[in-house]
């Protein structure tokens, strides 16, 4: 649930996927609380962020043909996502993402 531009290749196309497979895993009815519980997904705002990945993915280049059911618009509330976290843990953890960040913001320590 981070900035995708700052996402690297591997992060923005994980993400991505991963959507498909929450989706694909909800509409099985195969529980996805542990996720919610943990704050990894947020059910309402899986179609506006697939959204968001699709376009950056479009605009760097990349195929994308696995659009998310308009249904999902109204997907009900649940989940919540910490995104200053998972941001902080992203650019920790990923050279990549990092380096992204820092040309895109700076070096300000207010991430
Ligand atoms: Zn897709
Ligand atoms: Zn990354």
Redesign the pocket.
Same mark, same amino acid.
């Given at each position: 649930m981070v900035d995708p531009k700052i996402? =690297?290749r591997?992060?923005l196309l994980g993400e991505h996927a991963e959507i498909h497979l929450f989706v694909w895993n909800i509409d099985r009815k195969h529980s996805v609380k542990g996720y919610i519980a943990k704050g990894l997904l947020e059910t309402h705002n899986l179609y506006t962020r697939h959204e968001e990945l699709a376009q950056e993915l479009k605009r760097r280049g990349y195929q994308h043909n696995s659009e998310l059911d308009a249904k999902w618009k109204l997907a009900k509330k649940a989940g919540s996502i910490d995104k200053k976290r998972n941001l902080e843990q992203?650019i920790d953890r =990923?050279t990549? =993402?990092r380096e992204r960040h820092r040309n895109f913001f700076g070096d300000g320590d207010d991430i």
């Open positions: 996402m =690297c591997n992060h992203l =990923c990549k =993402c």
